[in-house]
T-cell receptor, first 114, second 118 residues
Framework: DVKVTQSSRYLVKRTGEKVFLECVQD?????MFWYRQDPGLGLRLIYF???????EKGDIPEGYSVSREKKERFSLILESASTNQTSMYLC?????????????FGPGTRLTVL | GEDVEQSLFLSVREGDSSVINCTYT??????LYWYKQEPGAGLQLLTY?????DMKQDQRLTVLLNKKDKHLSLRIADTQTGDSAIYFC??????????????????FGKGTKLSVKP
């Protein structure tokens, strides 16, 4: 079974803090993704990576950065957290080389910025 | 650009069938997906259908695809309270081919919240 884990289920931070959200997958997937999920807006893609040290902006990259130093780990960084970044953050991964683009999701991190 | 539309809410009684509908815009989509999200959890792949198929059945789940109308539906037979969740429709997009493979991007709908009443 594919396993995608996220470092925290719940996180509370203060405005201006630097926040790291970590995601690890154990299936040697090339592609990794970060989404945020907000009520009424569904999933919005922040950043994705299709290889180590490679990153691409998604639909809403502003205020975020990412790091992919190892294949299994994809980190989302909020350089200076703001209240409008309070959200559920979902990490996903997928294997390149199969006909489908099935993504496997972690359990999510609910971040609250005060 | 690409867009996936779903209604936001659906309420059914236990034992009835549920039908969740989705429309998409990218006619070049290769696969279409249904994901389920239970409260407080991540998304779990339920099923997917290849774009040259009309129907796929998997136990209580039936996926119907009308490619001409770009309409996808998920039918859950004998709906149970454990089926209460948010259901997301998603399409794969025809992205660039990098490093011998696609980028694997999916476009998700906003999700349909299914409530099952006893």
């Amino acid at each position: 079974d594919v396993k995608v884990t996220q470092s925290s289920r719940y996180l509370v931070k203060r405005t201006g803090e630097k926040v790291f959200l970590e995601c690890v997958q154990d299936m040697d997937h090339e592609n990794m993704f970060w989404y945020r999920q907000d009520p009424g807006l569904g999933l919005r893609l922040i950043y994705f990576s299709y290889d180590v040290k490679m990153k691409e902006k998604g639909d809403i990259p502003e205020g975020y950065s990412v790091s992919r130093e190892k294949k299994e780990r994809f980190s989302l960084i909020l350089e200076s957290a703001s209240t409008n970044q309070t959200s559920m953050y979902l990490c996903a991964s997928s294997f390149r080389g199969t006909p489908t683009d099935t993504q496997y999701f972690g359990p999510g991190t609910r971040l609250t910025v005060l | 650009g690409e867009d996936v539309e779903q209604s936001l809410f659906l309420s059914v009684r236990e034992g009835d069938s549920s039908v969740i509908n989705c429309t998409y815009t990218d006619s070049s989509s290769t696969y279409l997906y249904w994901y389920k999200q239970e409260p407080g959890a991540g998304l779990q792949l339920l099923t997917y259908i290849f774009s040259n198929m009309d129907m796929k059945q998997d136990q209580r789940l039936t996926v119907l695809l009308n490619k001409k109308d770009k309409h996808l539906s998920l039918r859950i037979a004998d709906t149970q309270t454990g089926d209460s969740a948010i259901y997301f429709c998603a399409e794969s997009i025809a992205g660039l081919m990098n490093y011998g493979g696609s980028q694997g991007n999916l476009i998700f709908g906003k999700g349909t919240k299914l409530s099952v009443k006893p």
